[in-house]
T-cell receptor
């Protein structure tokens, strides 16, 4: 039972570099989400995709882009990383009345 | 603006104590309220509440929702060191897109 899989688990970038965080779910869920978690801030929604082919901004979208590649995969891209984007990133998915299922997170440090 | 507020922010108790965690919300299109436990990695689901006054229980944990006063509580009785975690409250809203709004969490530490 893989559930929600995120890659990579850890990454260190230099300011200005770009990278893509990958997320895949095998539960046939329609909705997928990207959050960031910072100390004392809880989980803040970056982008979400209510269904395949749609994406919408969340609370903190600046500096990020997303792609819903297909029903299984939802990627998050940092085009030009900044130190303020140092955080732990979580991907989640859900459908219908189910609670959200989370991946194990990606710990990203930007120097 | 929609918001979810949890209190206290942190709590230290001894094994065997009972704790009550609070979650209040102001969300325009409420669908459900969820509680999660987060240890080292991913949040894990505890409860989903949709109706007022109906208590949900799982072992030593229980939760209840008051939709009139817009809050929920999570109770943990006879706490154990394994209960040490961040407890997150989230409200699912629906305006056709089913977004979740999370509180900042309550960090619970249970001392042996």
């Amino acid at each position: 039972n893989a559930g929600v899989t995120q890659t990579p688990k850890f990454q260190v970038l230099k300011t200005g570099q770009s990278m893509t965080l990958q997320c895949a779910q095998d539960m046939n869920h329609n909705s997928m989400y990207w959050y960031r978690q910072d100390p004392g801030m809880g989980l803040r929604l970056i982008y979400y995709s209510a269904s395949e082919g749609t994406t919408d901004k969340g609370e903190v979208p600046n500096g990020y882009n997303v792609s819903r590649l297909n029903k299984r995969e939802f990627s998050l891209r940092l085009e030009s990383a900044a130190p303020s984007q140092t955080s732990v990133y979580f991907c989640a998915s859900t459908q219908g009345v189910e609670p959200q299922h989370f991946g194990d997170g990606t710990r990203l440090s930007i120097l | 603006e929609d918001k979810v507020v949890q209190s206290p922010l942190s709590l230290v108790v001894h094994e065997g104590d009972t704790v009550t965690l609070n979650c209040s919300y102001e969300v325009t299109n409420f669908r459900s309220l969820l509680w999660y436990k987060q240890e080292k990695k991913a949040p894990t689901f505890l409860f989903m509440l949709t109706s007022s006054g109906i208590e949900k229980k799982s072992g030593r944990l229980s939760s209840i929702l008051d939709k009139k006063e817009l809050f929920s509580i999570l109770n943990i009785t006879a706490t154990q060191t394994g209960d040490s975690a961040i407890y997150l409250c989230a409200v699912e809203e629906t305006s056709g897109t089913y977004k979740y709004i999370f509180g900042t969490g309550t960090r619970l530490k249970v001392l042996a």
